[in-house]
């Protein structure tokens, strides 16, 4: 028997739940009946334009239902969706469209302008596109991409270099929950046809998409928001009495500072995953306070189609544990081990690179195979680029990435540490560590602060905090104060910028 794609989904939730609601987006209600026959009409509409089985289609907009037409579309179609990152200045959109070079563009109005109305795609508004896709029949095609073909392809963030184009096939985004039963994803992991969960992260980035399709795999009810506003997710929650939402640390504090929190009640919702970064000691006792729920940290990257590893909810302790400074233990079906630079295998408890099997990892990046050799071995091994270790109970800790190391007098200092260190003072909001030239000790560790604001911590008192928490030698020599510090458009640290200031 044929392995379920993408496109069958769809179909059997059409089926199965019929009348049920699969999406709402601002007012807007799709039941699985009608997102299965609109997937048809978008297929049909796509063929229709010329495109063959492999092409690519693009979408350069914000979070809507349409998306998750498009894309479902796209598979039914045999395409692959390139979602692209609006938040990237004009000549990086060029570079991305440029490099998946697609057929076909959906784009927000206000993102028209970006994309190259000569360079050989169609160019269709988001707000044209439910005219357009109405007038296509809703006889579905049946041309579907085949299990291991791509049907999602993600940008890496391009941190180091131009980002890559990561492939994901059905394989890689539906192995994880098909290949095992219910039962044996962890509590928090697990989703029913009553859940309903709020897709809020971007969905150009994996946390969107996945989050959305985890969704819709199921059977739930998804309240897709347009982009992250505190004010309107707080609203929807309460609304809509959302059981399952995915937010970063930083968008978490945001909501339980909202002066609304404190006195709403929360009992309808089941957990708040999230992911980016560990959750601060004191964000998590007042999050337990706001929201009483479990809480669980999602480790995975664009190309391991998301979440690998997780710590679950019983491993969160307001009191604080060794636990928690990790990201969890590995999903069923994911292999991870700690390998130093030639690829072999590292006892328990040291640091080296981490390493992931699983059917979910990409199929390589698009256009790129010495990226692809470089990131996938022969045997199915991906290589993160992310520092961590393994403890003697498979839980897996991250120490940084491999190039943010800093090598202080001989010794290995990983950035995430110390700045896991000064974020715990109660003066510091923001904090990055770099390596500086030093002409004793080869780099000296630098922390650059962003304090809390009308605050102005003393950088002597700062050191020694640090130095109470971490190896002398890890803590910083010194530390300046900055009001911002520079992020790319997923908001991971641009350590490189800073690091780039003092060479």
């Keep these: 028997m044929a392995q379920p794609v993408l496109a069958d989904l769809v179909r059997g939730q059409a089926t199965a739940r ?111 596109f439910a005219a357009w896709r109405d007038t296509q029949s809703d006889d579905d095609p049946r041309r579907d991409a085949g299990y291991d073909q791509p049907v999602l392809q993600l940008y890496t963030s391009g941190t180091t270099g131009q980002p890559k184009g990561a492939m994901l096939t059905n394989r890689s985004l539906l192995s994880l929950r098909g290949d095992n039963p219910p039962e044996a994803m962890p509590e928090w992991n697990r989703w029913a046809p009553e859940d309903v969960s709020l897709i809020a992260m971007p969905n150009f980035h994996i946390s969107g998409s996945g989050w959305g399709l985890w969704t819709l795999q199921h059977g739930a009810k998804g309240v897709v928001v347009r982009e992250f506003d505190p004010h309107q997710v707080l609203d929807l929650m309460m609304r809509h009495r959302i059981t399952k939402i995915m937010m970063v ?31 601060p000691l004191d964000l998590l006792r007042q999050a337990i306070t706001v929201f009483g729920c479990g809480f669980a940290q999602m480790y995975g990257m664009t190309e391991t189609a998301g979440t690998i590893v997780g710590l679950p909810p019983e491993d969160h ?61 022969a045997d199915g091994w991906l290589r993160t680029g992310d520092a961590g270790l393994m403890d003697e109970d498979g839980y897996i800790y991250l120490a940084d990435r491999m190039k943010d190391l800093i090598i202080t007098g001989g010794e290995n200092v990983y950035p995430a540490e110390v700045e896991n260190a000064l974020y715990s003072h109660p003066q510091v909001s923001d904090v990055a560590v770099i390596g500086v030239p030093d002409p004793k000790w080869g780099e000296a560790v630098k922390a650059i602060v962003v304090p809390v604001p009308g605050e102005r911590p ?25 009001d911002t510090l520079p992020r790319n458009p997923s908001g991971k640290i641009l350590r490189r910028l800073l690091r780039s200031e003092y060479r």
């Excluded at 089941?270 to 970064?277: A, D, E, M, P, T």
């Excluded at 700062?462 to 803590?475: E, N, P, T, V």
């Design 458 to 482: 003393e950088p002597a008192d700062l050191i020694a905090w640090a130095r109470k928490r971490i190896a002398g030698y890890k803590a910083p020599k010194s530390i300046e104060f900055r």
């Design 18 to 128: 019929r009348h049920a609601t699969a999406l709402i987006f601002e007012g807007r209600e799709t039941d699985y009946a009608a997102l299965d026959r609109h997937a048809s009409q978008v297929a049909n509409g796509l063929i229709a334009a010329g495109l063959k089985p492999g092409d690519r289609v693009a979408f350069l907009g914000k979070n809507s239902d349409h998306y998750f037409e498009y894309w479902l579309g796209a598979a039914k179609a045999g395409l692959v969706l390139v979602p692209v990152n609006w938040r990237l200045a004009p000549p990086e959109v060029a570079y991305v469209v440029g490099d998946c070079r697609p057929r076909f563009v959906v784009a927000d109005p206000e993102f028209v302008d970006r994309l190259d109305e000569g360079a050989g795609y169609h160019i269709l508004p988001s707000d044209a």
């Design 317 to 377: 302790d307001p009191a604080g544990n060794q636990r928690m400074r990790g990201v969890g233990l590995p999903l069923p079906g994911v292999e991870v081990k700690i390998v130093d630079e030639a690829g072999n295998e590292l006892p328990r408890g040291r640091v080296g690179e981490i390493a992931t099997r699983s059917a979910a990892n990409m199929a390589g990046y698009f256009g790129n195979p010495a990226a692809t050799a470089e990131t996938l071995d």
């Design 249 to 279: 640390p930083t968008a978490m504090r945001i909501v339980c500072d909202h002066p609304d929190a404190a006195a709403a009640d929360f009992s309808f919702l089941k957990y708040i995953c999230y992911g980016g970064s560990a959750i």
